[in-house]
């Protein structure tokens, strides 16, 4: 939006005065919905304030979603808006309402087309999607100098790779938010206690784990699919409405987009959101999400391994499959307060496939069924298999022995137990 709009009927104004540079398509579906795009200075969406008010908490297998074009001649980079609605939230989430627990809806403004994005998005089960050759373009991840320092990925709840979507990553500043701690608000804890949040979000008992308020319910997400930057998301909670519409917050609600450090994006046209913004209208009771968008410069060099450096948070850089062309940075999955933290906190488990792991006197799991409830772990692979290890970790779905009993050390590649020699 301009500078000057920073009321609400200069916001909607918009629709009227600047009708001329508006392209608008008339949306059908499950809500009026209709979509905008201001040249290359904005897009947002324009639905019934009343409608999104009034949708309701239901089952995870309630969810649904609706895609719509977006007009073409533009120039932004987007093709449709994927918008999707969860009635019960999705992980990270405790039972208690806390996390992204609550109902909400994705709006997701991708790059590539619908056909693109449901083919490569794609996993052999799901959740969570194990990394394999079928999900190989959901992990295979942009150059860090398109993505954004404030953007990580997080491994709980068996990481965020969804098909038909492809890998989430979350706003650093929500951090609290989706990090499991105790009751009485320590954390990390070992065993993860994303796992008890999970049991809890299936419906089973207190097991005293909980995820911060997402307050006031609004986040921006990055996704990323077949290497590239592919959707620029507004992630908002119904009762993020209901704040706006009752005063709670400020109309219209401005934030920030996690901006790239040096203003590169692998989308074309570059354009890349400045802000987030919803606005709501009393008057015509009208609701609208959107972005404004500025000008990047294109990333069209490909990654060598020569820009892969700790300052890019790259850890390794990958060569391709045909040689030494077009290597790829492997970015550090999180980065908090300058450090590297762990990809996966699973540990001390038994049988884990995908990461997701957890066995002890009362509990063994390794995979969610379609109402995220754990499942028993179908077979014993891994660390189970690895005499004399006392403590094992999962990375990627590969069993490492951190520790070992006795007179036993690790050996080179992580794999084993050997007997200590003696140095
Ligand atoms: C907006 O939605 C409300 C609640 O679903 C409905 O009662 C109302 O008729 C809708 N308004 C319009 C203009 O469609
Ligand atoms: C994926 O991997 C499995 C075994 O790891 C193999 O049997 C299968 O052919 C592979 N599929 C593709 C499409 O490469
Ligand atoms: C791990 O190291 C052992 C020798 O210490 C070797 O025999 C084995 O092949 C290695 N495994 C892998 C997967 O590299």
């Known amino acids: 939006m301009a500078a000057s709009c920073r009321t609400v009927a200069a916001l909607l104004c918009l629709a009227t005065a600047a009708l001329a540079k508006i392209e608008m398509s008339e949306l059908g579906g499950r809500m009026d919905v209709k979509l905008y795009v201001d040249g290359n200075k904005a897009i947002w969406i324009d639905m019934n304030a009343s409608a999104f008010g009034a949708l309701q908490p239901g089952a995870p297998t309630d969810e649904w979603d609706e895609t719509w074009a977006v007009p073409e001649n533009n120039d932004v980079p987007y093709n449709h808006v994927f918008a999707a609605y969860n009635p019960a939230g999705h992980p990270g989430y405790d039972g208690f309402g806390h996390g992204y627990g609550t109902p909400h ?16 998005a794609q996993c052999s089960s799901f959740p969570p999607c194990p990394v394999d050759n079928v999900s190989a373009a959901i992990f295979d991840y942009p150059s860090s100098r398109v993505l954004s320092d404030d953007f990580i990925l997080d491994s709980t709840f068996g990481g965020h790779a969804v098909p038909r979507h492809g890998m989430h990553w979350l706003p650093k500043s929500d951090y609290d938010v989706f990090t499991p701690r105790d009751i009485d608000d320590s954390w990390p804890a070992t065993p993860p206690r994303w796992l ?51 005063g709670q917050i400020s109309n219209p609600y401005i934030q920030t987009f996690p901006q790239v450090a040096e203003g590169l994006t692998d989308m074309n046209p570059p354009m890349y959101p400045t802000n987030m913004w919803a606005v709501y209208d009393e008057a015509t009771d009208r609701l609208r999400f959107g972005m404004d968008l500025q000008r990047y410069k294109l990333f069209d060099c490909p990654c060598d391994c020569a820009s892969c450096d700790e300052e890019m948070q790259c850890t390794s850089c990958v060569l391709d499959t045909h040689g030494v062309k077009d290597g790829k940075c492997q970015r550090c999955p999180h980065k908090i307060d300058g450090y590297c933290m762990p990809n996966s906190y699973c540990m001390s488990a038994e049988g884990a496939l995908n990461g997701f792991c957890k066995t002890d006197s009362t509990f063994e799991a390794c995979e969610m069924d379609a109402f995220f409830k754990p499942v028993a772990c179908p077979l014993d692979l891994g660390c189970g298999v690895m005499p004399e290890c006392t403590e094992c970790r999962f990375y990627r779905g590969d069993a490492q022995c951190s520790a070992c009993d006795g007179s036993w050390i690790v050996n080179e590649n992580a794999t084993a137990c050997v007997a200590d020699v003696g140095s």
């Not at 419906?203 to 290497?227: A, F, K, M, N, V």
């Not at 620029?232 to 519409?245: G, N, Y």
Request: a negative charge.
């Open 105 to 120: 809806m994705d709006i997701h403004f991708f790059s590539i087309s619908e056909e693109d994005r449901n083919s490569l």
């Open 196 to 246: 008890s949040c999970l049991t809890q979000a299936s419906g089973g008992s207190d097991e005293g784990c909980r995820l911060g308020l997402w307050y006031p319910g609004i986040s921006p997400i990055l996704i990323t699919l077949d290497g590239k930057t592919v959707a620029h998301e507004i992630m908002v909670s119904v009762d993020f409405f209901k704040r706006l519409r009752d």
